[in-house]
């Protein structure tokens, strides 16, 4: 008897381990568990058990019982992988739980867009401390202490001669000084000025600034660079524009137009033929995106490179701008709200 019953418990987990569907597990468990299941006939030859063993081999058997229940089960729920709808069953036809799945918020998505352009030209991306010191800041840029153009790059102070960047141009004389040309970077992150907030203005914004510096790096470099950044993040129709300007820590200076993405330039005329102001660029015809120019001699020599061996082209622009441009955004308040319906747009 005691053979028997490991005989059977044997066959019968092999039996419910090849179970390849349903089909073949309902076979067996009735082969083993039905009515006239195997197991279920061991019960029904107790009584050709000796009165002496009826107590261990009731034991054997009820245990083989449960050993094959259990195994049937497990399987079950196996093979049904869910399926059915029975108490403990998955109904896999009900609603699945929808997660909320997030992504890049416009500006972060903007300043990768700006530095993938940057990046295909052999750019490295730098960043820099949004906590700064006057130095930095202002001198190192050759932007002196009483110098009317500390005014334009005015910005909150903190403690101690700390203050928070009113630009990203820091990190050019924090790189210079720990690395030696030639070299082409783009260091984004955010600035600070005290401006009153408004639809176009924010105590704090995005810029990306461009820094190249090595062997006679020209201007028509800085045009090459720019020129392909324009047409990549606006069109490849953009026209771009230099118009003189003057930043300290660059000479000469240039503030960069691109073509008004939204006339191009052209008369807009509305169904009585009379002429309309472009929302966008005023008529003017152009937009302007950001400041660039040559490395000041002056910078050079501050962080300790001559001047006479390198030349370099630096610029700089405003992210929640170009996003602005090129998203048609009304309001650079929106950016910050965190309001989804915004966001969920992008
Ligand atoms: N730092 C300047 C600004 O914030 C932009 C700039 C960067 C101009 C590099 C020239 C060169 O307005």
Known sequence: ???????????????????SDADMLEKARVKYLGRKG???????????????????????????????????????????????????????????IVHDVGHLHPISK??????????????????????????????????????????????????DKWLLRSHTSPVQARFMEKNKPPFAIVIPGKVYRPDATD????????????LVVGDNIRF??????????????????????????????TEPSAE?????????GKELRDAENAVHKCSLCGGKGWIEILGAGMVNPKVFKNVGYDPEKVTGFAFGMGVERIAILKYGIPDIRMFFENDIRFLRQF
């Not at 002496?52 to 054997?60: P, T």
């Not at 639809?199 to 461009?210: D, K, L």
């Not at 028509?220 to 820590?249: C, H, N, V, Y």
């Not at 960069?256 to 191009?264: A, F, K, Q, R, T």
């Open 110 to 159: 903007t300043i990768e867009e700006i530095s993938g352009v940057f990046i295909s030209l052999g750019f490295k991306v730098v960043e820099g401390p949004e906590i700064e010191n006057e130095h930095y800041n202002f001198e190192a840029l050759n932007i002196p202490l009483e110098h009317p153009s500390r005014d334009a790059f005015d910005t909150f102070y903190l403690a």
């Open 38 to 96: 195997l197991i279920t006939e061991l019960f029904k030859n107790m009584g050709s058990v000796s009165p002496g063993e009826k107590g261990e081999i009731g034991q054997l058997i009820n245990s083989l019982k449960n050993t094959a229940t259990k195994a049937f089960d497990e399987k079950a729920r196996g093979l049904l992988g869910g399926r059915g709808t029975g108490a403990g069953k998955i109904d896999v036809t009900l609603p699945g």
């Open 199 to 210: 639809a176009s203005h924010s105590f704090m914004f995005h810029q990306v600034e461009g």
């Open 256 to 264: 960069v137009d691109i073509s008004c993405i939204l006339c191009s």
């Open 220 to 249: 028509s470099d800085l045009k090459g660079a720019l020129t392909l950044f324009a047409r990549q993040i606006f069109g490849e129709k953009t026209k771009m524009r230099f118009r003189p300007s003057f930043f300290p820590f």
């Open 1 to 19: 008897m005691r053979d028997k019953i490991g005989e059977i418990e044997r066959i019968a987990i092999e039996e419910i381990a090849l179970a």
